[in-house]
């Protein structure tokens, strides 16, 4: 139930950073709301399996700048799940640069927070 309780608040998350940051776009041929589910689904399952392992190997950087190259790290796993959705599914959200993945995660992240996702 948490996992999907995560999945919800997430896809919300994606939806509002969606709308606040440029360079992020809605593709695919599916609803605008299954595009935020399905990158909702793989955000929430990169953030379980490949961004524990990122976090060990960036430790050095984030440990020198202070915490903030996590945001790098947040970006980068939020351009991932982006690929995921639109390789697999051709449905999702389109990322125009690293730019527009580190506003969104920021916007991600800040969202998540206020929803009460927990991190896994």
């Not at 994606?14 to 595009?35: H, K, N, Q, R, S």
Request: aromatic share 10%; with cysteine; hydrophobic share 60%.
């Amino acid at each position: 139930m948490t996992f999907l309780l995560n999945w919800l608040f997430t896809s919300i998350a994606i939806a509002i950073a969606d709308y606040i940051v440029p360079g992020i776009f809605v593709m695919g041929t599916a609803e605008v709301w299954l595009c935020y589910v399905f990158t909702g689904l793989f955000l929430s399952l990169v953030n379980s399996i490949v961004k524990p392992i990122m976090t060990l190997l960036c430790l050095p950087l984030t440990i020198i700048t202070l915490g903030i190259f996590q945001l790098v790290v947040n970006g980068l796993m939020l351009q991932l799940a982006s690929s995921l959705s639109l390789n697999l599914l051709e449905t999702g959200i389109v990322i125009d640069g690293f730019g527009a993945a580190f506003g969104g995660a920021i916007i991600v992240s800040i969202m998540c927070t206020i929803l009460g996702v927990r991190k896994s």
